[in-house]
């Protein structure tokens, strides 16, 4: 794990597929391989970080600059400025600018290739994993689908998975410790202004989301989505977290909706609930319910109000049909 390469060439190696055109994630979220999950993203990580500390500290020695001398973007009051550092300071704050988003950039694309690799059915890593059938899978699933800027779910594990590892190579090398970068982000933090660092945090959270529902969105040859395949073998808790993170419960390319597909009440729950389908008058979701055994004279509110009340009581155009 701590010679398979350069910090450079980690991060922009590609992911290598099989004859499925499967990559090594459609195996690990299938089988739920937790610990290789976390392993693989946070060393990919760390890597990423040692890249951007290198940079920063060529570019620290090139403009002649100490973390003491700016302050949010701005160089220190306390300190009289020539205008030759004034101008050594307009162009530092251009190339850390640059560094940064380049980094976001790249969390982006790299989530990309672990995620939209589809296999020969056009399956992607997460219909594997949505499978659910051992025991980590939407422990797996939860870790992939965490896109943070800074930090990688359970650091703390991969660290004792990675100096263990470290301690079986018979090397006279200075080892490697990946807490050595994990600061980094606030340098930035700290050198870059308020708006220029939101900025970039804005920009990161709304492309991880907008990637986050293309994923999760994928329709395989079958027209099914993740969250059809987690309904379809009654994984509740993934089905919660994919509509959380912007899974659609209706596909309109498909005959069937994740919830005609939901293996048993605690999946449809997740999807659809006879109240909430009674008030927005959605006939198809609450005959299907009432013929799965849901009753509808059931009372569920506060005020002794059944899903049939509540029907009654809707403004929507369809409540006589309903």
């Not at 660290?159 to 006279?172: A, D, G, M």
């Not at 994984?235 to 994919?242: I, M, N, P, V």
Request: proline share 2%; charged share 30%.
């Amino acid at each position: 794990m701590t010679k398979i390469g350069t910090p450079q060439d980690i991060i922009h190696q590609e992911i290598n597929v099989d004859q499925e055109k499967r990559n090594a994630y459609h195996a690990i979220c299938y089988r739920g391989n937790y610990e290789c999950m976390i392993s693989l993203l946070n060393l990919e990580r760390v890597y990423l970080k040692k890249t951007l500390y290198d940079q920063l500290l060529r570019e620290k020695s090139r403009y002649r600059f100490k973390n003491m001398d700016i302050q949010k973007g701005e160089l220190s009051s306390q300190i009289f400025h020539d205008a030759d550092s004034i101008k050594r300071h307009e162009e530092f704050n251009i190339r850390i600018y640059n560094l940064f988003e380049q980094y976001s950039k790249d969390i982006i694309e790299r989530y990309r290739q672990i995620l939209c690799v589809q296999d020969k059915h056009l399956r992607n890593p997460i219909h594997y994993g949505a499978m659910s059938k051992y025991t980590k899978c939407h422990k797996t699933l939860d870790a992939v689908l965490t896109i943070d800027l800074d930090e990688v779910p359970d650091e703390k594990m991969f660290l004792e998975i990675f100096f263990k590892v470290q301690e079986l190579e018979n090397s006279q090398e200075a080892q490697f410790d990946p807490r050595k970068y994990k600061g980094i982000l606030a340098e930035f933090k700290h050198l870059l202004s308020a708006a220029d660092y939101g900025k970039i945090v804005r920009e990161f959270n709304h492309q991880a989301k907008l990637l986050l529902k293309e994923v999760l969105n994928c329709q395989d040859r079958n027209y099914h989505t993740p969250l059809h395949v987690a309904s379809y073998f009654g994984d509740f808790q993934s089905a919660r977290l994919f509509t959380k993170l912007g899974a659609s419960a209706t596909s309109a390319a498909s005959a069937e909706a994740p919830l005609e597909l939901a293996k048993d009440k605690f999946s449809r729950d997740v999807l659809q609930t006879l109240n909430d389908a009674a008030t927005q008058s959605n006939v198809k979701d609450l005959v299907y319910l009432v013929n799965c055994g849901e009753n509808i004279d059931e009372r569920a509110s506060i005020v002794g109000q059944a899903p049939i009340h509540k029907t009654v009581l809707s403004n929507q155009s369809d409540t006589d049909k309903a």
